[in-house]
Nanobody, 125 residues
């Protein structure tokens, strides 16, 4: 069991930046993969970026070149630095985790085993 709590969302003007944080707790002694997944109203959930326990990362198209994922593995934190935000980035952003490898199909499908409650990001023009 992995418990996830996100923070750092808010409202920002287009072109601005936000940094999301996710704190993990529970059975974190076993290697696990973490990721950010977002979902806009009426849209399917969409993988944003992932960070495996071996340090490998993946950034998907929605934020590639603008978003950067990072992770404090010893202290069980995950971050997402979002720069040059656009109105189409408006969504609820979820921290997700899984004990399986998550930088391929899992990140594309968003089918993670553990989820936080999410944090809202609103970008206005």
């Amino acid at each position: 069991q992995i418990n996830l709590v996100e923070s750092g969302g808010g409202s920002v003007q287009a072109g601005g930046s936000l940094r999301l944080s996710c704190a993990a707790s529970g059975n974190t002694a076993v290697n696990y993969c973490m990721a950010w997944v977002r979902q806009a109203p009426g849209q399917e959930r969409e993988g944003v970026a992932g960070f495996d326990s071996d340090g490998a990362t993946a950034h998907l198209d929605p934020g590639k070149g603008r978003f950067t994922i990072s992770r404090d593995i010893p202290n069980n934190f995950l971050y997402l630095q979002m720069d040059d935000l656009k109105p189409e980035d408006t969504a609820r952003y979820y921290c997700a985790a899984d004990y399986r490898y998550c930088l391929g199909t899992l990140l594309l499908s968003g089918d993670f085993g553990y989820w936080g409650r999410g944090t809202q990001v609103t970008v206005f023009s």
